[in-house]
């Protein structure tokens, strides 16, 4: 009967040519539909509409996400129950000029498509009755009068991207304002740059060597001083664990999240990244996997072809454009996310199963301005050799006191690439990644603090794959050195904005992470020098300057290391891999190749500022990482548990 009333007010609407009736989609008889077709039991129909209830989600949703029926059986019913008509925008393609009146991200991001017009009316095709009721009057605004039609998912969002290809990919590689972005970088006018000093440092070789070597050590010294005092004091802070912010709030209705999972060139960790992902205990009702492959990866894209992918977990191929890098792919599925929380994962990634509970609990006791939640990276292969240690160890460090010590002096945080979460609406508006840069997370990090954001750490690890071989190793780490050095162009194209966006104190953070750090890698191997006297051979500049600075100059390099070492033990006792703290002592001997890294991403900077030099995972897949579950995590609140 009610379909029969619905089939009459539409014949009715489009015999009149008026604007028709907001459609309410009828919970009930949408089940009733999808178990006459025998598409569920009534038992599976009950729980569905329970759990649309208890979620505040519509019931299709639940059915095609939750019990894996299929979008196109939902949509048939979704017809029925409607008195529309269903229709396929792939098959029957949409007028395109209908579709650039509102832009096709605005389509995406409302699951409605204008398709083609009859009789006075536009059809608008969707797979959200919902959403058009909402949305109808600004469509009449636009279009006139609008009749609603059914589709898929699916089918909406394939449609999109293959007819309006251009201006999607136009938006991913340009989402980022100009001024906030690399992407004019001018690496002509960098080249000349860094000719000229390169000439002046030739010129002082010649004429004053000593007084450039003692200029060079002295910045390299400040610098030495500066960073291992920041150590120092996170170290202090970080020795114990910060009180949980008061994570007594629990969500009243659990978050959609969309996790973007960017692949190239991926064969040996596909079912393993699967299986990881399976095994996440969120519910699947409320979370969206989209894996981002490139359209011209045949290897990936190949070996998932031979994969069935597991329900929830869908593929967003990202067509070819004017340059390849993984920000450029994550703007390109940002528009494709269902999820009001983003968060990322890379592709040998080993997420803890109740990690994105503890997200919705970060966020639900996090102020406003606290857009983005980042987690600790650990790895599961430390054990495979001497440079896995090693890279353990910095990583522990950095994850477990450096960041922690940052957010708590309230520096800006530079974000990691992975295991990050951020509110989908402040991500938008703050341009999303910069596509051209190659460190698009710490680039990302400096713009949340000057647009007056916060990130906070939450205690939640995700294992990845500590890069075990030492040419990859150096390519790997030039990429990030590389875009470390343009990202502080790009922030300090303005300095005094800069100053105004961070004020003081943030703003020598910017100075000390980004420069220091820089500074420290070239200029490394003149403090390596203050280690000749250990071994009986005088330093150069023993000779020019009193005794008493020249072994406060070398004291203050050794204690240095001291620090490091404290830092180490501090953050692996907090990892539980006390048993590395042995091999601390050779981070000596693994500082060097970051150097290396420094040289040829300056070389890089200069000749492929957005080269992204791809680091191959799978390498040293261990047994432990086939069969070993995620390190145990801190308890959840007791009201999320289970």
């Known amino acids: 009967m009610i379909a029969w009333v619905n089939s009459q007010e539409a014949i009715m609407q489009e015999r009149n040519h008026q604007t028709p009736r907001t459609p309410a989609p009828d919970r009930d008889f949408l089940c009733q539909e999808l178990v006459y077709r025998g598409h569920v039991t009534a038992d599976i129909a009950d729980r569905a509409a329970e759990i649309a209830r208890l979620r505040r989600i519509p019931v299709a949703q639940v059915f095609t996400r939750g019990f894996g029926v299929s979008q196109y059986a939902v949509a048939q019913a979704q017809a029925t129950a409607l008195g529309a008509q269903y229709i396929n925008p792939v098959t029957e393609a949409p007028d395109t000029s209908l579709i650039a009146r509102i832009g096709a991200p605005q389509c995406i991001k409302t699951g409605l498509m204008p398709w083609r017009q009859f009789g006075g009316e536009t059809i608008v095709l969707t797979s959200r009755p919902e959403q058009f009721r909402d949305e109808t009057p600004a469509l009449v605004a636009i279009f006139g009068p609008v009749r609603l039609a059914i589709t898929t998912e699916d089918h909406l969002n394939r449609a999109l991207s293959r007819l309006c290809k251009p201006a999607l990919v136009a938006q991913a590689e340009c989402k980022t304002a100009p001024r906030e972005s690399c992407r004019n970088w001018a690496p002509r006018r960098a080249a000349l740059i860094g000719g000229f000093v390169g000439i002046c440092a030739l010129v002082c070789v010649v004429y004053a060597p000593e007084l450039l070597l003692a200029a060079l050590t002295f910045?390299?010294?400040?610098?030495?001083?500066?960073?291992?005092?920041?150590?120092?004091?996170?170290?202090?802070?970080?020795?114990?664990?910060?009180?949980?912010?008061?994570?007594?709030?629990?969500?009243?209705?659990?978050?959609?999240?969309?996790?973007?999972?960017?692949?190239?060139?991926?064969?040996?960790?596909?079912?393993?990244?699967?299986?990881?992902?399976?095994?996440?205990?969120?519910?699947?009702?409320?979370?969206?996997?989209?894996?981002?492959?490139?359209?011209?990866?045949?290897?990936?894209?190949?070996?998932?072809?031979?994969?069935?992918?597991?329900?929830?977990?869908?593929?967003?191929?990202?067509?070819?454009?004017?340059?390849?890098?993984?920000?450029?792919?994550?703007?390109?599925?940002?528009?494709?996310?269902?999820?009001?929380?983003?968060?990322?994962?890379?592709?040998?990634?080993?997420?803890?199963?109740?990690?994105?509970?503890?997200?919705?609990?970060?966020?639900?006791?996090?102020?406003?301005?606290?857009?983005?939640?980042?987690?600790?990276?650990?790895?599961?292969?430390?054990?495979?050799?001497?440079?896995?240690?090693?890279?353990?160890?910095?990583?522990?460090?950095?994850?477990?006191?450096?960041?922690?010590?940052?957010?708590?002096?309230?520096?800006?945080?530079?974000?990691?690439?992975?295991?990050?979460?951020?509110?989908?609406?402040?991500?938008?508006?703050?341009?999303?990644?910069?596509?051209?840069?190659?460190?698009?997370?710490?680039?990302?990090?400096?713009?949340?603090?000057?647009?007056?954001?916060?990130?906070?750490?939450?205690?939640?690890?995700?294992?990845?794959?500590?890069?075990?071989?030492?040419?990859?190793?150096?390519?790997?780490?030039?990429?990030?050195?590389?875009?470390?050095?343009?990202?502080?162009?790009?922030?300090?194209r303005n300095p005094v904005q800069l100053w105004r966006d961070l004020g003081a104190w943030r703003f020598f953070g910017v100075q000390l992470l980004f420069l220091g750090t820089l500074s420290q890698f070239v200029l490394a191997p003149l403090l390596w020098t203050f280690w000749l006297p250990v071994f009986g051979v005088t330093h150069p500049l023993a000779a020019v300057m009193p005794a008493w600075a020249f072994w406060t100059l070398a004291g203050l390099f050794i204690g240095s290391e001291i620090i490091g070492w404290l830092v180490a033990y501090v953050a692996l006792k907090k990892a539980g891999k006390r048993w590395l703290f042995k091999w601390a002592f050779s981070l000596t001997l693994y500082f060097p190749l970051g150097a290396l890294a420094a040289y040829k991403g300056l070389f890089e900077l200069l000749t492929k500022p957005f080269y992204w030099d791809k680091t191959a995972h799978g390498i040293l897949l261990s047994k432990e990482w086939r069969t070993a579950t995620p390190p145990p995590q801190p308890p959840l609140h007791p009201a999320l548990d289970g």
């Open 219 to 492: 910045w390299a010294v400040a610098t030495l001083f500066l960073s291992t005092a920041l150590k120092a004091a996170a170290a202090f802070i970080g020795w114990r664990d910060a009180p949980d912010g008061a994570q007594n709030v629990i969500p009243v209705q659990l978050p959609a999240i969309t996790m973007l999972v960017p692949l190239y060139n991926e064969t040996a960790i596909a079912n393993h990244l699967l299986a990881r992902l399976s095994g996440l205990d969120y519910p699947r009702t409320l979370l969206d996997i989209c894996l981002v492959l490139e359209e011209d990866d045949k290897t990936t894209r190949a070996t998932l072809g031979r994969t069935t992918l597991p329900q929830g977990i869908r593929a967003i191929t990202v067509p070819k454009g004017r340059i390849k890098t993984k920000p450029r792919a994550l703007n390109y599925a940002l528009d494709f996310a269902r999820g009001d929380i983003i968060g990322i994962w890379d592709a040998e990634d080993a997420p803890a199963a109740d990690q994105l509970h503890r997200v919705a609990v970060g966020f639900a006791n996090a102020p406003p301005d606290v857009v983005c939640l980042q987690g600790k990276l650990d790895y599961y292969n430390a054990a495979s050799n001497w440079l896995t240690r090693c890279f353990t160890i910095e990583y522990a460090g950095w994850f477990r006191v450096i960041l922690p010590g940052l957010q708590r002096l309230g520096l800006a945080v530079p974000l990691g690439g992975t295991t990050l979460f951020f509110k989908k609406d402040a991500l938008h508006a703050l341009g999303g990644w910069d596509a051209h840069n190659v460190t698009e997370d710490a680039d990302l990090g400096i713009r949340l603090a000057r647009h007056g954001y916060r990130t906070w750490l939450i205690d939640t690890v995700t294992e990845e794959e500590a890069n075990g071989r030492a040419w990859p190793w150096v390519k790997q780490r030039s990429r990030w050195l590389k875009g470390y050095a343009i990202t502080y162009g790009v922030h300090m």
